[in-house]
C-alpha cells in the first residue's frame, strides 16, 4: 500500500532528478507568492509519472490550488496525494483534506479524512487526527466518543498539538460547568507547553472555584433572608439559608460582593442581580446595610462644607440619582448610564450652545433653546426622576405659592 521512497526506473533516464528540481522550482514559487505559476509546475510532475516524487508534488499542488481558492482542484490533488499511501505525504494531504471539509462544514468527509490520517501509520499526525475527530464528535454531541479521542489527544505528546487541543477542551468542560474536569485538562496541557490561553482559562477556573466559596458563605449567611420578589425565582448560587446570625455582616456582606461581582466578571450579569437584590433583602438589618455599602462603593458624596442648600434645607444622604446608580452598579450596567448621561449631555449642550454660535439674540429663540434642553433628560427612564425633583425644589422655594409650572411638565410649554 505504501508506495516506495527508492529509486525507480525513471532514475535512469533522468526524470525523477528533474522532478525534484521542478518540485523545488515551484516550492520556491509558491513561497514568493507567484501561485498559478507554482501550480504549473506542481502539475507537470503530478502528470509527468515520477512515482518518486508524485505524493509531493500531488500535495504541494492541493496546497497552492487551496490557497488561490479553487477548492475542488485542491481535494482532487490532496486525494491523488493520499492514494500514494506516501508514510508522510498522504497523511499530511488527508490533513490538509480534513481541514478543508471541516471549513465547509462537511462533518462526514472531514471524519473521513481524519480516519485516513489515522489509518496513514504515521503517528506524528496522530494526534492531530484525533483532535479533529473530538471537535466533530463533540459538534454533533457525542461527548462519550469525543472524550477518547480528547484523552488520545492529551496522551501524548505532541507539544504543537496538545496544549492547543487541552485549551478547546478545558473550555468545554468548564461551558458544562465542569470545573474539576476542566483545571485537569489545563495542567495537562500546561505540562507539556506553555500556552497563554491554558493560563487564561487556568485563571477562570480559579474564578470557578472563587465563586463555588463565595457562594457556599452567601449560602451559611442565608442571604435570601426575607419575602422572595416577584418573578426572581431562587438564585442557584444560595439556593438555601441557614439561621440568621451564623455569619457575622461584614464576612456575608463581603461574599455578597464578591460573588456577585465575580459572577458579573463571568458575564452572568442576571445572577449577579440576584445576588445584589438577595443581600439587600437580608433578614438581618446589619448584613443588609453592610451589603448596601459594598454595593454603593465609589457613590458621590455630599460636600459637609456645602450640606446646607441654599433654601436652608438640609441635604439628604440620598439624592434623587443614587437609586439609578445602585441599579447600574447591581446590574453591571454602569457604562450603559455614564453614556446615557454623556449623551442627554451633549445634547443640552448643543440645545443652549446652538443660538450663541448662530449670534440669535431674540428672546423667542433663547426660549425655544432653552425648552429643548430641558426636556431632553425625559427620554430616559431616569429623567422623570430629575423633572420631579426640580418641581419638589421648586415648590420649597416658592414656600405657600404653587409652582408656576403646567402638570404635564416639561413636555409642554407654559
Avoid at 480516519?115 to 461527548?143: I, K
Avoid at 489527544?153 to 487541552?166: G, R
Avoid at 463571568?266 to 445576588?275: S, T
Wanted: aromatic share 6%; glycine share 10%.
Amino acid at each position: 500500500m505504501t508506495a516506495s521512497a527508492g529509486s525507480s526506473t525513471h532514475d535512469a533516464a533522468g526524470d525523477e532528478s528533474e522532478s525534484k528540481s521542478l518540485c523545488d522550482q515551484a516550492r520556491d514559487l509558491a513561497e514568493n507568492g507567484h501561485l498559478n505559476r507554482a501550480a504549473q509546475v506542481y502539475e507537470r510532475v503530478v502528470e509527468g509519472g515520477a512515482q518518486r516524487y508524485l505524493p509531493l508534488a500531488a500535495l504541494g499542488l492541493a496546497v497552492v490550488r487551496h490557497d488561490m481558492g479553487e477548492v475542488a482542484a485542491s481535494r482532487s490533488a490532496a486525494r491523488t496525494a493520499i492514494g500514494t499511501g506516501h508514510p508522510e505525504f498522504a497523511p499530511r494531504a488527508a490533513y490538509h483534506l480534513a481541514l478543508s471539509f471541516e471549513a465547509e462544514g462537511d462533518a462526514e468527509q472531514a471524519r473521513a479524512a481524519w480516519r485516513d490520517v489515522l489509518d496513514s501509520g504515521n503517528n506524528r499526525y496522530r494526534p492531530a487526527a484525533h483532535y479533529g475527530l473530538a471537535r466533530l464528535a463533540e459538534d454533533r454531541g457525542d461527548t462519550e466518543t469525543a472524550e477518547a479521542h480528547w484523552d488520545q489527544v492529551l496522551s501524548s505528546d505532541s507539544v504543537e498539538i496538545v496544549p492547543e487541543a487541552a485549551h478547546d477542551y478545558a473550555a468545554r468542560l468548564l461551558a458544562r460547568g465542569l470545573t474539576d474536569a476542566a483545571a485537569d485538562v489545563v495542567h495537562r496541557g500546561l505540562e507539556l507547553g506553555e500556552h497563554t490561553g491554558l493560563r487564561l482559562l487556568l485563571g477562570a477556573v480559579h474564578v470557578e472555584y472563587a465563586i463555588g466559596a463565595f457562594a457556599a458563605v452567601v449560602t451559611e449567611a442565608g442571604a435570601r433572608g426575607g419575602e422572595p420578589r416577584e418573578g426572581a425565582g431562587p438564585a442557584p448560587e444560595a439556593p438555601g439559608a441557614a439561621p440568621e446570625g451564623a455569619v457575622a455582616p461584614e464576612v456575608a456582606g463581603g461574599a455578597v460582593e464578591l460573588l456577585a461581582r465575580l459572577l458579573a466578571v463571568r458575564g452572568d450579569g442576571e445572577a449577579a442581580e440576584r445576588v445584589w437584590a438577595d443581600g439587600l433583602a437580608h433578614r438581618d438589618p446589619a448584613t443588609a446595610d453592610e451589603v448596601r455599602a459594598r454595593l454603593r462603593r465609589g457613590f458621590l458624596a455630599p460636600d459637609p462644607e456645602t450640606a446646607e442648600q441654599e433654601d436652608g434645607q438640609a441635604r439628604e444622604d440620598e439624592v434623587w440619582w443614587d437609586p439609578y446608580v445602585e441599579a447600574a452598579a447591581a446590574q453591571h450596567s454602569a457604562p450603559m448610564l455614564t453614556g446615557e448621561l454623556f449623551v442627554a449631555l451633549n445634547r443640552m449642550y448643543t440645545h443652549l450652545a446652538l443660538p450663541l454660535a448662530q449670534g440669535e439674540n431674540n428672546a423667542a429663540a433663547l426660549r425655544r433653546a432653552l425648552e429643548e434642553a430641558v426636556r431632553t433628560p425625559g427620554q430616559y427612564v431616569w429623567g422623570r426622576a430629575l423633572h420631579d425633583d426640580f418641581r419638589e425644589r421648586l415648590r420649597l422655594a416658592a414656600g405657600s405659592r404653587e409652582p408656576v409650572l403646567p402638570e404635564d411638565w416639561p413636555d409642554a410649554a407654559e
